[in-house]
């Protein structure tokens, strides 16, 4: 790859530029002859009010923005690297946000005529790359923007830029879609981060048996999404006919895909789902709360879900003292089914830490996780008691 260093003024960069603030593209410099986002680049990050003025303070006061990558494209250039700090300026300019100064909002156009000079006038160092796509992708993978490194979904992007990529972005990387805030209560991620999308691609890949990267590959040219949007809505229609209530923060995240492959053939009573959840919620004894979900989904075969809380030492030695000195007076076994059997074990006072806890009621048969339901077997008996 050759690379040739240029310099440009931010005057120069930013002519032209135009901002979609609906769906963070459309971002043109140069007038015209720069492609600040092209289809491989990230959805621009920096609206936070934050890094846009810290961008907007650093030329103010002089400071260089750093080294900026433009890929040189044959018809155009486009931004390798730089993207986030070009779009800051030219927002900027625009008028597309405020800075704060001397305890004052200012815009581009409300700031003195010497300091919108200083800001147009400054010099940007940029290095104009050209090489193979393969070699341009390569570079833009090791590429560090701003202290924010590319995360697995934006490489991918990178590396199979085409067609479905662009329309996938569309879809699922619009942090103006409508439709966010009903995924949002099943999938974690910021869809201006390609989560979403991450997500989205990963339930169809797994469907397949194969993985985000291989799906990518051999659909990279595609000119339509509607497989990936079908299987996805899918989904997410599924959990709301199953689980009809308003969604729980607990369900945010979990593998739906999977659970969509393994249970959407079988038929559930969306009241009998609710009203478990609602018990197991509220049971104290249930430490994960997520792993719920499955367990009502699986029919309830698969307790290890729910991290059921175990009977903790106090709990467990109150119950070893009440039972061997009612073995002691008695003269029989602290363990009470050793106590009603026929073996030599049937006076046996065992020690602690050769007995352990049981729910005398299973706690999948309602029992509770207390004092009052708590019985120290010895450890034959109680593992070949097991949830009875």
Same mark, same amino acid.
């Given at each position: 790859?050759?690379?040739?260093?240029?310099?440009?003024?931010?005057?120069?960069?930013?002519?032209? /530029?135009?901002?979609?603030?609906?769906?963070?593209?459309?971002?043109?410099?140069?007038?015209?002859?720069?492609?600040?986002?092209?289809?491989?680049?990230?959805?621009?990050?920096?609206?936070?009010?934050?890094?846009?003025?810290?961008?907007?303070?650093?030329?103010?006061?002089?400071?260089?923005?750093?080294?900026?990558?433009?890929?040189?494209?044959?018809?155009?250039?486009?931004?390798?690297?730089?993207?986030?700090?070009?779009?800051?300026?030219?927002?900027?300019?625009?008028?597309?946000?405020?800075?704060?100064?001397?305890?004052?909002?200012?815009?581009?156009?409300?700031?003195?005529?010497?300091?919108?000079?200083?800001?147009?006038?400054?010099?940007?160092?940029?290095?104009?790359?050209?090489?193979?796509?393969?070699?341009?992708?390569? *570079?833009?993978?090791? %590429?560090?923007?701003?202290?924010?490194?590319?995360?697995?979904?934006?490489?991918?992007?990178? %590396?199979?830029?085409?067609?479905?990529?662009?329309?996938?972005?569309?879809?699922?990387?619009?942090?103006?879609?409508?439709?966010?805030?009903?995924?949002?209560?099943?999938?974690?991620?910021?869809?201006?981060?390609?989560?979403?999308?991450?997500?989205?691609?990963? *339930?169809?890949?797994?469907?397949?048996?194969?993985?985000? +990267?291989?799906?990518?590959?051999?659909?990279?040219?595609?000119?339509?999404?509607?497989?990936?949007?079908?299987?996805?809505?899918?989904?997410?229609?599924?959990?709301?006919?199953? /689980?009809?209530?308003?969604? +729980?923060?607990?369900?945010?995240?979990?593998? *739906?895909?999977?659970?969509?492959?393994?249970?959407?053939?079988?038929?559930? +009573?969306?009241?009998?789902?609710?009203?478990?959840?609602?018990?197991?919620?509220?049971?104290?004894?249930?430490?994960?709360?997520?792993?719920?979900?499955?367990?009502?989904?699986?029919?309830?075969?698969?307790?290890?879900?729910?991290?059921?809380? %175990?009977?903790?030492?106090?709990?467990?030695?109150?119950?070893?003292?009440?039972?061997?000195?009612?073995?002691?007076?008695?003269?029989?076994?602290?363990?009470?089914? #050793?106590?009603?059997?026929?073996?030599?074990?049937?006076?046996?006072?065992?020690?602690?830490?050769?007995?352990?806890?049981?729910?005398?009621?299973? *706690?999948?048969?309602?029992?509770?996780? +207390?004092?009052?339901? #708590?019985?120290?077997? #010895?450890?034959?008996?109680?593992?070949?008691?097991?949830?009875?």
């Amino acid at each position: 790859m050759k690379t040739e260093l240029k310099h440009y003024t931010v005057r120069e960069v930013v002519a032209g /530029f135009f901002y979609n603030e609906f769906e963070s593209k459309g971002l043109y410099g140069l007038s015209g002859k720069l492609v600040i986002q092209p289809e491989y680049q990230r959805n621009y990050i920096y609206n936070d009010g934050k890094k846009d003025v810290a961008v907007i303070d650093s030329l103010l006061k002089g400071y260089p923005l750093g080294l900026i990558y433009f890929n040189d494209a044959g018809s155009c250039l486009e931004v390798l690297d730089g993207q986030q700090r070009i779009t800051s300026v030219g927002r900027f300019v625009t008028g597309k946000f405020a800075i704060r100064v001397d305890d004052r909002e200012q815009t581009f156009s409300s700031l003195p005529l010497e300091e919108q000079a200083m800001i147009l006038d400054s010099e940007l160092l940029v290095y104009e790359c050209s090489g193979t796509e393969k070699e341009i992708k390569e *570079w833009f993978k090791t %590429i560090n923007i701003a202290g924010v490194p590319l995360n697995n979904q934006e490489l991918l992007n990178a %590396i199979y830029s085409g067609p479905f990529v662009t329309l996938a972005k569309a879809e699922f990387s619009n942090s103006h879609n409508a439709n966010l805030q009903k995924w949002s209560a099943y999938i974690n991620g910021d869809a201006k981060r390609q989560q979403v999308l991450e997500v989205a691609l990963g *339930w169809l890949a797994g469907a397949h048996g194969t993985s985000i +990267d291989a799906y990518m590959a051999l659909h990279r040219q595609d000119d339509s999404t509607n497989e990936l949007k079908t299987y996805f809505t899918s989904v997410i229609d599924w959990i709301g006919s199953v /689980f009809a209530a308003p969604p +729980d923060k607990e369900m945010r995240g979990l593998e *739906w895909g999977r659970l969509y492959e393994t249970y959407h053939s079988c038929a559930f +009573d969306p009241a009998e789902l609710e009203s478990d959840l609602r018990r197991l919620m509220g049971d104290q004894a249930v430490k994960s709360h997520k792993g719920i979900y499955e367990y009502l989904l699986g029919g309830k075969q698969h307790p290890e879900l729910l991290a059921i809380r %175990i009977f903790d030492g106090t709990t467990k030695g109150l119950a070893y003292q009440r039972q061997t000195e009612d073995a002691n007076r008695q003269c029989t076994s602290n363990c009470p089914l #050793c106590a009603t059997s026929n073996t030599a074990n049937i006076t046996r006072i065992y020690k602690a830490d050769e007995m352990e806890a049981d729910h005398v009621t299973a *706690w999948s048969h309602g029992g509770a996780t +207390d004092l009052a339901n #708590c019985q120290m077997l #010895c450890v034959t008996h109680n593992r070949a008691k097991g949830n009875r």
